[in-house]
């Protein structure tokens, strides 16, 4: 389970950067992007850095922003598996049989 963990953490920096790179392109301040998303420039800084996560309504605001469909931030991660755009229901992660069955293992513990 760790280990899924640690993959989430590298997803949610692999977004953050994309963010960055698309707010640099656009010659946006990050005071610009946080006012747009209703938060301030130091949380947009966190969601850049990938220290914290963003929230998929807020990425779909960005991407509105900028004119791009959501999947744009998503398409070059792993984290496509993970969920879907916010207009479609949100789909459960689909995890390894071999975490699912290590992890029902451990709840009978």
Not at 72 to 90: A, Q, R
Request: contains cysteine; hydrophobic residues 30%; aromatic residues 10%.
């Amino acid at each position: 389970m760790k280990q899924l963990i640690n993959d989430e953490v590298a997803y949610y920096k692999e977004i953050g950067n994309k963010m960055r790179e698309t707010r640099l392109s656009h010659r946006r301040t990050q005071s610009w992007v946080g006012d747009q998303l209703d938060c301030t420039f130091q949380q947009i800084q966190k969601y850049e850095k990938g220290t914290n996560r963003i929230p998929i309504i807020k990425l779909d605001r960005l991407a509105k922003l900028y004119g791009l469909p959501f999947q744009y931030f998503i398409s070059e991660t792993k984290l496509l598996g993970y969920v879907k755009p916010p207009n479609n229901t949100l789909a459960k992660p689909s995890f390894p049989s071999s975490l699912v069955k290590d992890q029902q293992d451990n709840s009978s513990v």
